[in-house]
């Protein structure tokens, strides 16, 4: 099970951290994702970590956004700097098996967090 947690209202140029917080023992073996989908858009990718610490960035918000993980705590987490208004989205975290970029590939999703970016 997926909890995600940070979301918010921020200004433009902002910044927000999200969590994602998981239950299980194999937290530590699973990839985690986080994906966003915008009103009257498709679900996105965002970013993934695997649990070798691989990292994938969307290039929309490669230099702007951090991921990262504490298996210890069993949490992900996502900084998200210099943020803009079409970054406004509910996000959500996912976990897999493999770290993968499509959706399809996690098992487990998150309820979401809504991120609002004011100009």
């Known amino acids: 099970q997926l909890q995600a947690c940070g979301g918010g209202l921020v200004q433009a140029g902002g910044s927000l951290r999200l969590s994602c917080a998981a239950s299980g023992r194999t937290f530590s073996s699973y990839a985690v994702g986080w994906f966003r989908q915008a009103p009257g858009k498709e679900r996105e990718f965002v970013s993934a970590?695997?649990?070798?610490?691989?990292?994938y960035y969307a290039d929309s918000v490669k230099g702007r956004f951090t991921i990262s993980r504490d298996n210890a705590k069993k949490t992900v987490y996502l900084q998200m700097n210099s943020l803009k208004p079409e970054d406004t989205a509910v996000y959500y975290c996912a976990a897999g098996p493999i770290l993968r970029i499509a959706g399809t590939g996690y098992d487990y999703w998150g309820q979401g967090t809504l991120v609002t970016v004011s100009s």
């Open positions: 970590i695997g649990w070798t610490s691989n990292i």
